[in-house]
């Protein structure tokens, strides 16, 4: 596609559920990268993939969170038994190797996650 | 690790004049890039401006540009001629020497607001 894809743009959820937010990256990037933007504040980085490499975790805040990339394209965020607190606007941004310092990310609109 | 620090949490500028948004940043790294992103009030995430560890000039692009500092460690952007459409939040971050981790390192933002 032309940009960076998230689905769905809104998620309202009761706590305890689990939630998949899904990311479609601009073709042929082989980065892609999952942040979490709270109300009002920066990004936080949670996970980043790099083509075949074993992804970077280390900002998943906890094991309630998991990322996978399948195929090398689309990706699924999954956060499961949801608490109130993973309230967030969930951003995924892709680049076309992660190899260089100078690659600028491309972002999607979010996808704004509401647990009740 | 890397950090970004934005102290100015909002700022106001009146239409048609410049403004300048402070970054400041810590790294251990030789070589890194610097970014300054854009969030308008709709969500998207929006690259603006670029400056590398080595470049010998400070980035510009159009009415952007970014003051480099090396030795300060700091990276501020100045708007020029600030317009209504320039009112949103400004992120910095960072990226460290490629083979490190290839993620952005994001500030907390400013928040500018134009004003006629």
């Known amino acids: 596609g032309a940009g960076v894809s998230q689905s769905p743009s809104n998620k309202v959820t009761e706590k305890g559920k689990d939630v998949e937010l899904r990311c479609d990256p601009i073709s042929g990037h082989t980065a892609l990268y999952w942040y979490r933007q709270s109300l009002g504040q920066g990004l936080e980085f949670l996970i980043y993939?790099?083509?075949?490499?074993?992804?970077?975790k280390s900002g998943l805040p906890s094991d309630r969170f998991s990322a996978e990339r399948t195929g090398g394209s689309v990706s699924t965020l999954t956060i499961q038994r949801t608490q109130q607190e993973d309230s967030a606007v969930y951003l995924c941004?892709?680049?076309?190797?992660?190899?260089?310092?100078?690659?600028?990310?491309?972002f999607g609109s979010g996808t704004q996650l509401s647990v009740l | 690790a890397q950090k970004i620090t934005q102290t100015q949490p909002g700022m106001f500028v009146q239409e048609k004049e410049a403004v300048t948004l402070d970054c400041t940043y810590d790294t251990s790294d030789q070589s890194y890039g610097l970014f300054w992103y854009k969030q308008p009030s709709s969500g998207e995430m929006i690259f603006l401006i670029y400056?590398?560890?080595?470049?010998?000039q400070n980035a510009t692009e159009g009415r952007y540009s970014l003051n480099f500092q090396k030795a300060r460690k700091s990276a501020n952007l100045v708007i020029s001629a600030s317009q209504l459409g320039d009112s949103a939040m400004y992120f910095c971050?960072?990226?460290?020497?490629?083979?490190?981790?290839?993620?952005?390192?994001f500030g907390t933002g400013t928040r500018l607001q134009v004003t006629l």
């Open positions: 400056q590398g560890s080595y470049d010998e």
């Open positions: 971050a960072m990226r460290g020497r490629p083979g490190t981790a290839s993620k952005l390192t």
């Open positions: 941004a892709s680049s076309s190797t992660g190899k260089e310092t100078n690659e600028k990310l491309f």
């Open positions: 993939f790099q083509g075949n490499s074993a992804p970077d």
